[in-house]
């Protein structure tokens, strides 16, 4: 016993634990077609406007931002000016494969994880279906980096990882936000 603590005390001070974690969810949009959420997802534009964050899609090849995010392309979002003065983005990617209108494949992270060479991607999965009143997401995201978060005691005293957070942020930096901005596109003008 004294052996098993000794170990679990020298790995919480000395190792990183990043065991993946995954996050799972699904968003229903009613009104809304696949197509409509899958391009604004990919505009950096709508997504900008529909997450109410800076965002866009900075194509290598051309060493600029571009309209339209397109397989290869990184995708930098959730921006703010930091304490150096300096623009910066808060998560970031790379567009990995694109089934038009269905699905999106990317590499995502946040830039504050602070993982160690050589760790695996998290691959985040969106695929877009119709339902019976609109459109829904599904979300599989995968290989979350799972160390406890800065804030790792969450309201009810638990311990709360990253995965514990990219979930929550989801629904709050995401499907909230963009329900907001549809409704607001569908109501007539006055």
């Known amino acids: 016993m004294k052996r098993t603590f000794l170990l679990t005390l020298f790995c919480s001070i000395w190792c990183i634990p990043a065991f993946a974690g995954n996050v799972i ?8 077609t696949p197509q409509r959420l899958y391009d604004a997802y990919l505009s950096s534009k709508d ?11 900075y194509r290598a090849a051309t060493g600029k931002d571009v309209p339209i995010g397109q397989v290869g392309d990184e995708f930098h979002g959730f921006g703010m000016t930091g304490s ?15 089934v038009p209108g269905r699905e999106i494949v990317m590499t995502w ?18 695929t877009f279906a119709k339902t019976p009143g ?35 942020n989801w629904y709050y930096r995401y499907w909230e936000p963009m329900r907001k901005y549809f409704a607001a596109q569908a109501k007539p003008a006055s």
Request: net charge negative; glycine share 12%; hydrophobic share 40%.
């Open 25 to 32: 969810q699904t968003a229903e949009f009613p009104g809304l």
């Open 47 to 57: 997504h900008a406007a529909m997450t109410g964050m800076p965002a866009t899609w």
């Open 84 to 98: 150096d003065g300096k623009f910066h983005y808060l998560i970031g990617g790379r567009l990995l494969d694109l």
């Open 109 to 126: 992270k946040a830039l504050a994880w602070r993982l160690p060479a050589g760790s695996p991607d998290c691959i985040l999965t969106l």
């Open 134 to 168: 609109g459109a829904e997401i599904r979300l599989v995201q995968a290989n979350v980096p799972d160390f406890p978060g800065d804030d790792a005691k969450g309201a009810a005293g638990e311990v709360e990882t990253e995965t514990d957070h990219v979930n929550t």
